[in-house]
């Protein structure tokens, strides 16, 4: 079975363009999580998904990023406009249960802006 | 509110020899507890969970992790690493909300 995929594998953009990091979930997993890893703060839940709504954005840093899940097979993870502290590895991940089930991590997007 | 911490950010183990990674959590009742492991540019695997019963779970990679609820941890051995297992591992709590992850240990192995 297919794992969490993730796109692009890397960006690099210039300060103040729009970012959007894809994701799509493992097929009948109904939670969808996006996370922030960086060395300083290591990794972090930005917001996350239970059928297609976002239930918990608490995490996400700024108006600057947004989320949506159009439909069960896909997610994106925008940030408009980007600033160079954005820079980080952004993962999606996805289970088919919040807490009980293990979460699937994708290969993350390593994200730089300039 | 959940929290976990493991309190080595580098270990160096020699190719052969046993590994503990230790991982503390702290949540008022019985968490789920997870540990992942992190190779470079790859994501988070899972090496193995516990949500109850047997205090002794074993996973993937011949990694095994003990809970023991007195002293609120979840730690992690191995009995003879291999140089393949030079990585950064994770140990996670979930109390039915988030999942928070402990900051990492670094595993380097020594020929």
Not at chain 2, 42 to 67: H, P, R
């Amino acid at each position: 079975d297919a794992g969490v995929i993730q796109s692009p594998r890397h960006e690099v953009t210039e300060m103040g363009q729009e970012v959007t990091l894809r994701c799509k979930p493992i097929s009948g997993h109904d939670y969808l999580f996006w996370y922030r890893q960086t060395m300083m703060r290591g990794l972090e839940l930005l917001i996350y998904f239970n059928n297609n709504v976002p239930i918990d954005d608490s995490g996400m840093p700024e108006d600057r990023f947004s989320a949506k899940m159009p439909n069960a097979s896909f997610s994106t993870l925008k940030i408009q406009p980007s600033e160079p502290r954005d820079s980080a590895v952004y993962f999606c991940a996805s289970s088919s249960d919040r807490g009980n089930q293990p979460q699937h991590f994708g290969d993350g997007t390593r994200l730089s802006i300039l | 509110a959940q929290s976990v911490t493991q309190p080595d950010i580098h270990i160096t183990v020699s190719e052969g020899a046993s590994l503990e990674l230790r991982c503390n959590y702290s949540y008022g009742a019985t968490p789920y507890l997870f540990w992942y492991v992190q190779s470079p540019g790859q994501g988070l695997q899972l090496l193995l969970k516990y949500f109850s019963g047997d205090t002794l779970v074993q996973g993937i990679k011949g990694f095994e992790a003990e809970f023991k609820r007195s002293q609120s941890s979840f730690n992690l051995r191995k009995p003879s690493v291999h140089w393949s297992d030079a990585a950064e591992y994770f140990c996670a709590v979930n109390g039915g909300n988030k999942l928070v992850f402990g900051a990492g240990t670094i595993l380097r192995v020594k020929s």
